[in-house]
Nanobody, 113 residues
Framework: VQLQAFGGGLVQPGGSLRLSCKAS????????MAWYRQAPGKQRELVAN???????NYADSVKGRFTISRDNARRLVYLQMNSLSPEDTAVYYC????????WGQGTQVTVSS
């Protein structure tokens, strides 16, 4: 299984970004997918996940601002992030459990003016 995340960058507070993660080596439509993040000096935390049937779950800190979605035909999972704040600054990782946990390489999101 390989996961490739992209779409991070520098954005001003209040701005938006969309992260994407391309999966290969698995039956994508059958796998639950998730986004985690890790800020400097902090533990990695779950941001959002989506089941194979499309049920979603969000961390309290991002509810109402972030949206996770998936495109099974394109083998992509997205994280739309709106109303970003400096507290959202972190490396964001794509994740799936397919026999074991697999992680993407991470993409940096920096929210700063």
């Amino acid at each position: 299984v390989q996961l490739q995340a992209f779409g991070g960058g520098l954005v001003q507070p209040g701005g938006s970004l969309r992260l994407s993660c391309k999966a290969s080596g698995m039956v994508f439509s059958r796998g639950a997918m998730a986004w985690y993040r890790q800020a400097p000096g902090k533990q990695r935390e779950l941001v959002a996940n989506i089941t194979s049937s499309g049920t979603t779950n969000y961390a309290d800190s991002v509810k109402g601002r972030f949206t996770i979605s998936r495109d099974n035909a394109r083998r992509l999972v997205y994280l739309q992030m709106n109303s970003l704040s400096p507290e959202d600054t972190a490396v964001y990782y794509c994740n799936t459990n397919w026999g074991r946990a697999f992680w993407g390489q991470g993409t940096q999101v920096t929210v700063s003016s």
